[in-house]
């Protein structure tokens, strides 16, 4: 049982890692690196490390997240403003 | 960032203080179950990332007064672990002069712990005003972008 469970999580941790660098959007990827995050905290929680689960859930799945997608909507302000046509 | 709709203002309205309580509670009973100073402050930041994303920076930024975070929470948390390590200097640098052995009764209001128990707490202080504050400054850095015009930037790859 604990067995299927562990392979579920780490086939997740791989997927959610694929598709942080596969989406072309990056606030699509940053969702994808917080999924990636949180499912990296279930599995310390697996491997009976309670302690840093609760730490890479707070901050790689809330604030990293949030700082991601901060940066992100000032350059993308900043290229409104300057005219890059790029997307 | 403009402020969202109702739904999402209420909700967070809600949830901003359930975080706050339950970063309190890994803050306060870090000493003995999982979690601790760290984790629980980086639990207790995210009541300010809730307002943030529901209100937008311009609202929480005229609510919020920073000296407040950096001082009362940043300052006082580094102060008071810094001094509750020099408080055990008569015999060593970060000596746990309160603690009680296994199996004897805690003398007053100290947990068997002793000092872990405090020192959880004023780490628990410093890292909620620390991360509060890049989150903060990371918005007005948003609002810098845009009220006034960037220069040209030079040496960057794209």
């Known amino acids: 049982m604990i067995d299927l469970m562990h392979t579920a999580v780490l086939i997740m941790l791989l997927l959610s890692a694929f598709f942080v660098l596969w989406l072309k959007e990056l606030i699509a990827s940053a969702i994808a690196l917080a999924a990636f995050s949180l499912t990296l905290a279930v599995e310390f929680y697996i491997l009976q490390a309670p302690d840093v689960a609760i730490a890479e859930a707070a901050i790689g799945a809330a604030l990293s997240t949030t700082i991601f997608i901060i940066a992100i909507r000032a350059c993308s302000t900043v290229r409104k403003i300057q005219g890059d046509g790029r997307k | ?158």
């Open chain 2, 1 to 158: 960032m403009n402020p969202l709709s109702l739904i999402v203002r209420v909700g967070c309205d809600i949830f901003a203080w359930f975080m706050l309580v339950f970063g309190t509670n890994v803050i306060i009973h870090g000493y003995m179950s999982p979690g601790g100073g760290f984790q629980g402050g980086a639990i207790a930041a995210t009541f300010i990332v809730f307002l943030l994303v529901a209100y937008g920076s311009r609202r929480v930024h005229s609510w919020v007064n920073e000296g407040i975070y950096d001082v009362l929470f940043d300052e006082l948390g580094l102060l008071s672990f810094i001094i509750l390590a020099f408080l055990g200097l008569p015999t060593s640098f970060f000596f746990n002069y309160l603690a009680t052995p296994l199996g004897v009764a805690s003398p007053w209001f100290t947990p068997g712990a002793g000092t872990i128990f405090f020192m959880s707490i004023a780490v628990g202080i410093e890292v909620t005003g620390a991360l509060s504050l890049v989150i903060l400054n990371m918005h007005r850095g948003i609002r810098l972008f845009s009220e006034s015009p960037m220069e040209e930037e030079l040496g960057h790859d794209r």
